[in-house]
């Protein structure tokens, strides 16, 4: 199994050091040449939307992984990743066409506010309580075809819907059971 | 602080790990930073080389203008404040900045002292030449650690020689026996515990970025060849002839620093680079504000 893991920019290296950790094959995306061979998933990291979003059209990558993840690809994002999977986004910024917007979600960013409102809490992911840091987090506002796997005090910050999986948290940082669910999505 | 907001605080750095933080001084400068792929911006009335040219006293800037620079965008934003003003610190938390630099290109209010940056609620980020300075700064709350480089000059030498001091000092301390680590914290003025675990864990404990003196994108590619893990750019993109297209460079060029196909694609015709002025030319070391 070999995972892809977008590191244009944000905590790329911590998906990395999780998978190291389960023994699973990973490689950074940061240019087209990256994903010529085949592989098996694809981790999009925390960090900033817009610069992604940005770096994604700039490097070519935004449409060839659209089309991957349209064809079944699993993916995992988290938080920054969460929002290039939603499909719809509350409120403005996020410009048109630099997201990947395969998940049929609405997501809301910097839902908690500025850094003031980064909060950790624990709560059950699918069943079982894991440590969630949130960090300037968005929030899931509507699953729209899909599976809720998490709320904190009512909000979604957790959902799945088939091959896709976001999470507004970031489990990178404390946890490796997030990780180790997305790969049984294999 | 409570320790989970600490670690929040570096968690938050670790998100614009890879990134280029810009420099902005008005709303309209930030959304050019922002539309470039910045993953943060610096909020404040003058860049480093106005502050230069200006003299006299420079301070932490209105809180009207970082407030419209906080409306004006969505990704984090950074303001500055005098080495050792914890009111100017204070002020900015109480209009909840994203991230403070307790920065050397302003002022220094404080001569010996540093802001005890563990009681506050928001993060840090503080400059060092060397390895003792950024474990200081971080043994004082700093979550995050940036090269003071030379502000304002275009000159990419003194981050260069910061950087690499860091960084083979970090490697030298990787090589200790325990007996030689209690003498290196001796010798860098820091605490044990924080030298045994750099030494241990191969890096420092809070994201390393790169400033001062970054023009091109070559220059940016060099800081993280060097070991940065992003970037800051302060009058370089806005005191160029094409502040948008560099802008948009040196996002690609700290992301594909690697990849010398791309730099060359992204270095080129982007019009006039700052002027700059080089070290030996300059009255000021603003580098040598705070130890």
């Given amino acids: 199994m070999r995972i892809g893991i977008l590191a244009l920019q944000g905590a790329f290296i911590e998906h990395k050091h999780v998978l190291d950790s389960l023994h699973v094959e990973s490689f950074e995306i940061r240019r087209l040449r990256d994903i010529e061979s085949p592989f098996d998933g694809l981790i999009i990291p925390g960090g900033e939307s817009t610069t992604m979003g940005k770096l994604l059209v700039e490097l070519g990558l935004l449409e060839p992984l659209k089309q991957k993840i349209e064809n079944g690809l699993p993916v995992f994002g988290t938080c920054a990743g969460a929002i290039l999977l939603a499909k719809d986004i509350e409120g403005a910024a996020q410009g048109q066409g630099t997201t990947f917007a395969t998940m049929d979600i609405t997501i809301q960013r910097n839902a908690y506010g500025r850094q003031l409102g980064s909060f950790f809490t624990e709560e059950k992911f699918n069943d079982t309580v894991i440590p969630m840091s949130f960090i300037r987090a968005p929030i899931i506002t509507k699953v729209n075809n899909g599976e809720v796997l998490a709320t904190v005090n009512g909000d979604i910050v957790a959902a799945r819907q088939g091959n896709q999986l976001a999470t507004t948290f970031h489990p990178e940082l404390k946890t490796d059971f997030v990780h180790r669910y997305f790969l049984g999505m294999m | ?291």
């Fill in chain 2, 1 to 291: 602080m409570s320790k989970n907001r600490t670690e929040l605080n570096k968690n938050l750095a670790q998100m614009l790990k890879g990134g280029v933080i810009m420099d902005v001084t008005t709303p309209e400068q930030a959304k050019i930073a922002e539309d470039a792929g910045a993953c943060a911006v610096m909020a404040l009335e003058r860049i480093p080389a106005d502050i230069r040219a200006v003299g006299g006293v420079s301070r932490m800037s209105d809180p009207t203008m970082i407030s419209e620079i906080q409306k004006a965008v969505s990704v984090p934003v950074m303001a500055k404040v005098r080495i050792g003003h914890t009111i100017e610190a204070r002020i900015l938390e109480a209009i909840e900045i994203d991230y403070i630099d307790e920065s050397e290109v302003l002022t220094p209010a404080d001569d010996v002292y540093h802001i005890d940056k563990s009681q506050f609620a928001v993060p840090f980020v503080c400059g060092a030449k060397d390895l003792g300075e950024a474990l200081r700064r971080i043994q004082e709350g700093a979550s995050m650690i940036r090269t003071k480089g030379e502000p304002g000059t275009g000159d990419i030498v003194q981050a260069v020689r910061h950087m690499r001091a860091i960084m083979a000092d970090i490697r030298r301390l990787s090589s200790m026996s325990k007996d030689e680590l209690y003498h290196a914290a001796k010798l860098l003025q820091v605490p044990y515990e924080l030298v045994a675990s750099v030494a241990a864990n191969g890096k420092l404990p809070v994201v390393n970025f790169a400033a001062g003196g970054v023009a091109t994108p070559a220059d940016a590619a060099l800081m993280m060849h060097l070991g940065a893990e992003g970037v800051f750019v302060g009058s370089g993109i806005f005191k160029s002839g094409d502040p948008q297209k560099r802008a948009k460079a040196i996002v690609k060029a700290v992301t594909n620093y690697a990849d010398y196909g791309i730099l060359a694609e992204v270095s080129r015709g982007l019009g006039e680079a700052m002027v700059g002025i080089n070290e030996n030319e300059i009255e000021i070391m603003m580098a040598e504000r705070g130890k």
